[in-house]
């Protein structure tokens, strides 16, 4: 039962380029979300996506991100005409549910390092 | 909002010695805690979590976390570290009702020598 899966692990993009990242859940995970680690900082909630849906993007950063979890296929996390800025670790994360509280558990995957030029 | 902080950015220690990374938390109600391991290369792996209860929690390769209340604290401990056990160890609160809304702590590097 392979875990999260992301790619590509190391991503090398010049300012003005787009980056797409791509996550794929845990086999049976309807629930992927997105974190952003930029340097000497902790991992911050970007996005919550469910199948088709965006739950909760109050994390995103209101131009040139977007994320999307179609009904078949990888989540995607695009950038867009990045900027040295948005160098950091990017870490999608998935669960089988939404259960609220004690039941609830996140699956990480081991990141996208995006370095913009 | 709430926050973490983590004040330890790297921590050496010999194998077979105990271990504690602190961890404290700014939250305006009862939080939601967590302490995650990233080895290289890999994700972020959950090692144990404080919803209410017991505030000593026990986790998964021997560690073992204890809230308290009165300090803001949330401190990893392990009684006797293996080689193995070097990782990064990130120490994370999330709001009440959510364990996957998480704010994390900046980590701590932790690294064993024989």
């Known amino acids: 039962n392979a875990g999260v899966m992301q790619n590509p692990r190391h991503l090398v993009r010049r300012r003005g380029q787009e980056a797409r990242l791509r996550c794929s859940p845990m086999?049976?995970?309807?629930?992927v979300y997105w974190y952003r680690q930029l340097p000497e900082e902790g991992l911050k909630f970007m996005v919550y996506?469910?199948?088709?849906?965006?739950?909760?993007e109050s994390g995103m950063p209101k131009e040139r991100f977007s994320a999307e979890f179609p009904k078949e296929g990888p989540s995607i996390l695009r950038i867009q005409q990045v900027v040295r800025g948005d160098s950091a670790a990017y870490f999608c994360a998935s669960s089988p549910t939404k259960k609220q509280g004690a039941d609830e558990k996140l699956f990480f995957g081991s990141g996208t390092q995006l370095s913009v030029l | 909002a709430q926050s973490v902080t983590q004040p330890d950015i790297h921590i050496t220690v010999s194998e077979g010695a105990s271990l504690e990374l602190r961890c404290n938390y700014s939250y305006g109600a009862t939080p939601y805690l967590f302490w995650y391991v990233q080895s290289p290369g890999q994700g972020l792996q959950l090692l144990l979590k404080?919803?209410?209860?017991?505030?000593l929690v026990q986790g998964i390769k021997g560690f073992e976390a204890e809230f308290k209340r009165s300090q803001s604290s949330f401190n990893l401990r392990k009684p006797s570290v293996h080689w193995s056990d070097a990782a990064e160890y990130f120490c994370a609160v999330g709001a009440t009702g959510t364990a996957s809304k998480l704010t994390f702590g900046t980590g701590t590097r932790l690294q064993v020598t024989l």
């Open positions: 404080y919803f209410s209860g017991d505030t």
């Open positions: 996506l469910q199948k088709e849906n965006i739950i909760d």
């Open positions: 086999k049976g995970h309807s629930h």
